[in-house]
């Protein structure tokens, strides 16, 4: 199986900063590497966020003090793990690309270190906007204590579908 590397991020409002970022890394030996960070929302929290996307993550405590902070771990954990990895999003513009930017833009990946290509899975119409309706046709199992949007859960909703989507 060729290696996985999942993300997803939580923003304040569909085009609003990240304030928290999960990770799921399926390598080619069957292990895994995860990673969760949150930090605190900059700004008045969006209602939708407010509603939908908070009560998912009562159990993520802030890691960091600030967006930078997290984004600056975040990107050590991309870098230590990329080599060799299908680089795989949800529905990733604009949250999950303006992460990928803003690690550009403050010199926490260089110009070629971006992920190429990056994999946008809800270009495969199986899947579409769903992982979860696709997992659960397919009879796929996330052995995950979460639901959607908790960026650790989808991160793993995702190489989930993809896998199965690629016969990994």
């Given at each position: 199986?060729?290696?996985?590397?999942?993300?997803?991020?939580?923003?304040?409002?569909l085009w609003g900063k990240a304030f928290s970022i999960g990770a799921v890394v399926y390598n080619e030996d069957g292990t895994t590497e995860t990673f969760i960070a949150r930090c605190p929302i900059d700004g008045e929290v969006n209602e939708w966020v407010k509603g939908s996307v908070l009560p998912n993550m009562t159990d993520i405590a802030i890691t960091h003090n600030d967006y930078d902070a997290m984004l600056s771990a975040f990107a050590q954990f991309y870098l230590a793990h990329k080599k060799g990895a299908d680089i795989i999003v949800h529905v990733g513009l604009p949250v999950e690309a303006r992460v990928?930017?803003?690690?550009?833009?403050?010199?926490?990946?260089?110009?070629?270190?971006?992920?190429?290509?990056?994999i946008d899975i809800s270009a495969f119409p199986q899947i579409g906007t769903s992982c979860d309706t696709y997992n659960k046709l397919n009879g796929i199992k996330?052995?995950?204590n979460g639901t959607m949007h908790n960026p650790l859960y989808d991160s793993i909703s995702a190489a989930k579908a993809y896998a199965h989507l690629m016969g990994k």
């Open positions: 199986m060729r290696k996985i590397f999942s993300f997803d991020c939580e923003t304040n409002g990928l930017i803003d690690m550009h833009d403050k010199g926490f990946i260089g110009d070629w270190e971006a992920p190429y290509p990056l996330i052995d995950f």
